[in-house]
């Protein structure tokens, strides 16, 4: 099954790598991968997409969690969770092509961001099944490039994955918060 | 008042109260060697190869259980140390491992003796730390040492650039090492601890399988007192040997590919299995379809990782093996209840049965070749099972764990893990060097001593009286084994031909030696050796080519389906 990770990890030289190695050193399966810094300069958010059966997905937390850089890790899948890709894609647009992929591009709530004579580049946000579903409705030979972002992830309602030691207004009685 | 890195490296060690440092020198770590050469409180140890160096260290850690520590330079120094990293790493063992790094404006650059330390070793190692501010220095070498030492233990790299060590700051040693990332469990979760009373005490079959977690954590007394509350048989692993002592009569040997019938088949026939500090490795369990295939399981182990990662247990309980089993303990006593007793009672006649196969009988009486078995009953009986033994890989490796009964914890030094040929003598040197007063023995074979035989210029140096138990059968004999099972005597590349005469070369080393080939010459070469209390003693014992080790489960069997030296066709 699929399963969306959410680690918290130190943002040091190497913690990306150590992640990485894991994942090709026992042969675990990485769909996708996104990686960034957060409000906390010293934090990475990395949000990664694996598979495997609920032996394997355990023990990658398992091992993620043994990696010393890693703070916390939350499996998005266990709950309900909002999902986001986004996808850049060039398409040829050309003579009577201009208006359809616009009103494609409309549809699927993209914007076109660029323009040329020829192409346009649009922008789209949404899960991976819509993203999916934006590019087989364009024909494959009129796709100039595709760059997707992998997916980001956050669990619905309060709850966050952040540091443990962290106060928010949430778990804090200081009004002031 | 400002040091240098250099400087606050040696001050550092010195804080963390270490008492050896086993190193060799190099372009990159020049300043800290000079550093070195100005105090005395850290003790250098000069290895021949860095191999030796982490081997060593190795050996001081797991017979002292202080974290071993060691010196290295860029490059080469960094890559021959890998082998010993990985040695401990497998086998949990709390190294710090210092290299040296080319000057912090060359890194990247392909500059001379650069190589990615940090890259090369994370695979590795439980954690690493490149120093990129000689402000930083202190607080990760505490770091370090914080991370080896705790949860489950295991070696650490710091690279430092050279620069590094030459830039200065004021030096404070920092109180505080911990990490927000790295809270290691120690008390066991109290509820999985009350489940885990409860099915001990419904067992009737039951068995307590300890691995080198109960070593680690310094948990031998507690596992004692619960294998005796529970009146269980207690098989102990590779790694684990010493942790319940093998003389007691609740011991039923090492389990295993090469372990006792009796311990095997109390595996395959129980119906509640405890397993502390073990992490059910592939050359314990055999086919995983066919291990414990009536037991319920409890699992104590530090990591979390360990747990359910080959075998599904029913109760796992993550925490330091001491607190745990403690607390085990306390809610067994608690209940007042005890063990079936009847059922308790058929179940030792079961085992005592199994006992009676005498699976690890060999050729006693053979007065024309030495059995290796022989040599090590002999080294057991004559140390009255009070030495330090360290052992290479191979068969060797396997009768000493067989015929050496050992009865504490830390007294058996091997690699289990990677089962690294050359592990040895290096290892005897950090024991040695630990325990003065002591006998060390390295139980070697003519194949593995070549691995790391520069290291009898180390022993010379440090006057370490270690005993070379030398089980010289001209093959590497374990491969040879194989050969003869599984490729039908193909003995592909296992012969050793062109062997230097072992006793000339102890001697040119400055050591004795002697050659033995005759069985009834064993007990007073034996017996020499081991009252030459002020130096080295290489023993040569020319053994049976064709012996092999029994009892043997061939890979991807079940733990009930064992070859005994009765039997000797294998699948």
Known sequence: MRHIISILLENEAGALSRVAGLFSARGYNIASLTVAPTEDPSLSRMTLVTSGSEDVVDQIRKQLNKLVDVVKLVDLTENKRIEREMLLIKVCAEGGERDEIKRLSDIFRGRIIDVTERAYTIELTGDGSKLDAFISVIHPRRILEVVRSGVIGIARGNASCVPDDRSSCLNSNDPSV | ?571
């Open chain 2, 1 to 571: 008042m400002e040091l240098t890195g250099a400087e606050i490296f040696v001050r550092c060690l010195r804080d963390e109260g270490v008492e050896y440092l086993f190193g060799y020198p190099g372009g990159a770590v020049l300043h800290i060697y000079d550093a070195l050469y100005k105090q005395e409180e850290v003790k250098h140890i000069l290895v021949r190869h860095e191999q030796g160096a982490t081997h060593a260290a190795d050996g001081y850690a797991r017979s002292t259980g202080k974290p071993g520590v060691v010196l290295v330079t860029s490059g080469p120094g960094a890559t021959n140390a890998v082998t010993g990293i990985a040695t401990a790493y497998m086998d949990s063992i709390p190294l710090v491992v210092f290299t040296g790094q080319v000057m912090t404006h060359l890194i990247g650059d392909d500059a001379f003796q650069e190589v990615d330390a940090i890259g090369i070793t994370r695979p590795c190692v439980k954690h690493n730390f490149m120093v990129k501010d000689v402000r930083d220095l202190a607080i990760i070498m505490r770091k370090a040492f914080h991370v080896a030492t705790t949860g489950r233990p295991g070696p650490v790299v710091v690279d430092i650039p050279k620069d590094i060590t030459a830039h200065k700051t004021d030096y404070v040693f920092p109180q505080d090492p911990s990490l927000r990332s790295y809270r290691p469990v120690t008390d066991g979760d109290p509820a999985a601890i009350r489940k885990a009373a409860e099915l001990l005490l419904t067992a009737k079959r039951p068995m307590i399988y300890a691995g080198g977690g109960v070593i680690l954590g310094n948990a031998s007394s507690e596992l004692t007192e619960l294998v005796r509350w529970l009146g269980a048989p207690c098989t102990n692993t590779l790694m684990g040997l010493g942790a319940f002592a093998a003389t007691d009569p609740l011991f039923v040997g090492m389990l295993g590919m090469h372990g006792t019938y009796e311990a095997n088949m109390a595996m395959h026939e129980c119906d509640v299995l405890l397993a502390v500090g073990a992490r059910f490795d592939d050359r314990v369990t055999g086919d995983l379809d066919k291990f414990c295939p009536n037991a319920r399981i409890i699992h104590i182990d530090i990591d979390p990782a360990s747990i359910q990662k080959n075998v599904a247990v029913e109760i796992a309980v993550i925490g330091d093996a001491r607190l745990v089993m403690r607390e085990l303990l306390t809610a067994l006593t608690a209940s007042g209840r005890r063990l079936d007793a009847p059922a308790l009672k058929a179940w030792w006649h079961t085992i005592d049965e199994w006992r009676g196969r005498h699976c690890l009988e060999y050729d006693r009486a053979n007065t024309e070749v030495i059995k290796p078995q022989f040599v090590l009953e002999t080294l057991y009986r004559l140390t009255k099972g009070d030495a330090f033994v360290t052992s290479d890989v191979g068969q060797h490796q396997m009768w000493a764990a067989q015929f050496y009964k050992f009865d504490r914890p830390r007294r058996w030094i091997n690699s289990g893990g990677l089962g690294t040929m050359g592990f040895g003598l290096p290892a005897a040197i950090g024991v040695q060097l630990a325990h003065p007063q002591d006998t060390v023995a390295c139980v070697t074979g003519e194949a593995s001593i070549q691995m790391c035989i520069q290291e009898l210029s180390t022993c010379k140096q440090y006057d370490l009286p270690i005993k070379i138990i030398n089980l010289n059968n001209r093959y590497m004999g374990m491969v040879r084994q194989w050969q003869e099972f599984f490729y039908q005597s193909r003995y592909s590349h296992s012969y050793l031909e062109a062997l230097p005469d072992f006793v000339k070369l102890a001697e040119s080393y400055g050591h004795a030696g002697l050659r033995v080939d005759k069985p009834h010459d064993v007990e007073a070469a034996l017996k020499e050796a081991l009252g030459q209390r002020d130096r080295l003693v290489f023993l040569d014992f020319i053994t049976d080519q064709t012996e092999n080790v029994y009892p043997m489960i061939a890979a991807g069997a079940g733990h009930h389906e064992m070859h005994l030296a009765t039997d000797r066709e294998l699948a």
